[in-house]
């Protein structure tokens, strides 16, 4: 099957964030074609966001949601419950968008480990989905570009998001909008319903938020950043963007939680890229790290080479995004020193995977090139959201490497531990073929000096 496409991406979520050059060219718009002579690789790219196979809704995705269709019958006029605080901001519709709480029915323990990804690391696909399905989403239209005018309502977002601590909430539900929600970008969240009103008791703020939320002059790039230096959490930052609680005052509005996720991973992994990693020191050997997480095995791979990092993903036949049986099906994107321009075809989890290495290498005070290669293998059947490839890839590095010498041996050893063979990841991947045409150039000069 031959499958040609031109899909014009047109990203405005970021006009408001982009204050230098760079973060304009990895976001700006143009006009992709993608060529694939599989049908694999075309729901890879596409991952339910797309309609590259030209239907109206994804069918592998449309087929989990039926299957849970019963979870969005609610048989009461009020829910109460612990938000841990966490919300949801839609992106149907923009700019009047659907935006409100997450609440679990009936949950009055610390449900603070619902919104927090970070410490997901070794659960099952069944307990992930478990445990944020019971999270309804409380919603009302909200325009995004104003979300002041919203009133209340959107006064008791932010008041939620500025919580250090799980809010108790109230929603009354006017009717039900639809089951759950999976997504290969966001964690999934349990039925949506609109609301006709909500009650919160806050307890206790996060000063570190409310001191970039006051500041009605901190650019949302700035306060970004210094959230993130002041080591709140990556989610937590997501979530603060998406309310429209960072930025000028003039400027603020809600972010999408689809776009905010891109959004953060993208900021943060560019600056630590760019003014920490790549004024350290090249490491000096090779080392392999690797972990395996949820029916995926991730190798992180880093070269003695100056910044440059490829992702590459292959699924398995059977998997979320290669339901069909006869063949796998692999995509990757990458960047040199100079960076990239234009969005990754392979979507969000190239950011988050990114942002995972930049912040290892700035910890450990070096730089180096970086390829990660991601298997997943037929038990990953439901879509999680990117912060699984973000915290695989932050848990990989965790581990003790294991470390050699020269190219070679390490290619051996990596290709040991992963199922495809070599031919086709030396074939798939542009970093390998870069570093080994630089190995060679290298070799080269050295045997000149030596002949002088």
């Known amino acids: 099957m031959k499958f040609v496409k031109k899909i014009k991406r047109k990203i405005p979520w970021l006009s408001h964030l982009i204050v230098n050059e760079p973060v304009a060219s990895e976001f700006s718009e143009r006009t992709m074609v993608l060529k694939r002579n599989d049908k694999a690789n075309m729901c890879i790219?596409?991952?339910?966001?797309?309609?590259?196979c030209g239907k109206p809704k994804c069918p592998i995705l449309l087929k989990w949601r039926n299957l849970a269709n019963v979870l969005s019958v609610l048989d009461t006029d009020n829910v109460e419950g612990l938000s841990p605080p966490d919300i949801f901001v839609g992106r149907i519709g923009y700019p009047n968008v659907f935006a409100g709480p997450l609440v679990p029915p009936g949950i009055r323990e610390d449900t603070s480990y619902l919104g927090t990804p970070e410490l997901w690391v070794g659960k099952t696909i069944d307990d992930i989905v478990r445990m944020r399905t019971v999270l309804l989403r409380g919603v009302s239209r909200i325009n995004a570009r104003a979300p002041s005018k919203a009133g209340r309502f959107y006064e008791k977002i932010v008041e939620m998001v500025l919580s250090k601590r799980p809010v108790d909430t109230t929603i009354y539900v006017k009717k039900v909008l639809g089951g759950l929600l999976l997504d290969d970008q966001m964690q999934p969240m349990g039925p949506i319903v609109s609301v006709r009103d909500m009650t919160i008791e806050v307890r206790g703020t996060d000063h570190a938020i409310e001191k970039v939320y006051s500041d009605d002059d901190l650019?949302?790039?700035?306060?970004?950043?210094?959230?993130?230096?002041?080591?709140?959490?990556?989610?937590k930052i997501i979530r603060c963007l998406s309310a429209g609680l960072?930025?000028?005052?003039?400027?603020?509005?809600?972010?999408?939680?689809?776009?905010?996720i891109t959004a953060v991973d993208s900021i943060l992994s560019m600056w630590l890229r760019d003014n920490l990693v790549k004024q350290n020191p090249v490491i000096g050997e090779y080392r392999v790290h690797e972990f395996s997480n949820l029916g995926d095995k991730f190798i992180v791979i880093l070269f003695p080479h100056v910044w440059s990092y490829e992702l590459i993903e292959a699924w398995f036949p059977g998997t979320l995004?290669?339901?069909?049986?006869?063949?796998?099906?692999?995509?990757?994107?990458?960047?040199?020193?100079?960076?990239r321009e234009g969005?990754?075809?392979?979507?969000?989890?190239?950011?988050?995977?990114?942002l995972a290495v930049s912040e290892f290498l700035a910890r450990e005070g070096k730089q180096a090139a970086v390829?990660?290669?991601?298997?997943?293998?037929?038990?990953?059947?439901?879509?999680v959201g990117v912060w699984h490839v973000r915290e695989s890839v932050r848990a990989a590095l965790k581990q003790k490497p294991v470390?050699?010498?020269?190219?070679r041996e390490t290619l051996d050893y990596v290709f040991s531990r992963l199922k495809i063979s070599s031919d086709i990841w030396m074939k798939t991947s542009s970093l390998l073929r870069f570093i080994l045409r630089q190995r060679k150039l290298d070799d080269?000069?050295?045997?000149?000096?030596t002949m002088r």
């Open 403 to 407: 470390i050699f010498n020269n190219l």
């Open 321 to 339: 995004w290669n339901p069909w049986n006869d063949f796998v099906g692999i995509a990757g994107d990458w960047e040199t020193y100079h960076g």
């Open 219 to 235: 650019k949302a790039y700035d306060a970004m950043l210094e959230l993130y230096r002041r080591g709140v959490l990556v989610s």
């Open 343 to 354: 969005y990754a075809s392979i979507g969000g989890c190239y950011y988050a995977a990114r």
């Open 444 to 449: 080269y000069l050295k045997h000149s000096s």
């Open 45 to 52: 790219l596409c991952r339910g966001t797309k309609h590259l």
């Open 246 to 260: 960072l930025g000028k005052i003039s400027e603020r509005r809600l972010v999408p939680t689809r776009w905010s």
């Open 371 to 383: 390829l990660i290669l991601r298997e997943s293998y037929p038990e990953h059947i439901l879509p």
